[in-house]
């Protein structure tokens, strides 16, 4: 009876080299969708923190009255320095009606930033 030989066992050198090439390829792809998934969930958060400061902002601008507000720009105090408003009127609309606009944007930058319009009636 007669052994057949199976021939050396274990992969050859390119075999393994062509893996690792695939492998690294992959791991590239993955690591690039999660640190955009990453950038985008930031980018969210922030869209988030600049509508709702300026919509307490706007909040603010209704509680006081667009006769009896003086101020058209500052900051949000020391809980939130980096964070701008400023505040438009646009009066004598029909009806007596004014167009009140809130922009918030983070100091420095014009691409973070947030505008919100609302008509107040007298």
């Given at each position: 009876m007669k052994r057949q030989?199976?021939?050396?066992a274990g992969f050859s050198f390119?075999?393994?080299?062509?893996?690792v090439a695939v492998l690294?390829?992959?791991?590239?792809t993955v690591l690039a969708t999660c640190l955009?998934?990453?950038?985008?969930?930031?980018?969210?958060?922030e869209i988030d923190a600049l509508s709702a400061l300026a919509?307490?902002?706007?909040?603010?601008?209704?509680?006081?009255?667009?006769r009896n507000w003086q101020v058209t720009d500052g900051?949000?105090?020391?809980?939130?320095?980096q964070w701008k408003w400023h505040v438009d009127f646009i009066k004598g609309l029909p009806g007596g009606m004014?167009?009140?606009?809130v922009t918030v944007s983070a100091s420095g930058t014009v691409s973070s930033s947030t505008h919100i319009d609302k008509v107040l009636v007298k």
């Open positions: 030989s199976l021939g050396p390119l075999e393994v080299l062509v893996a690294a390829v992959v791991l590239v955009g998934m990453q950038e985008s969930v930031l980018r969210c958060r919509m307490a902002k706007l909040v603010e601008v209704e509680r006081i009255g667009v900051d949000f105090g020391p809980g939130q320095p004014t167009l009140a606009t």
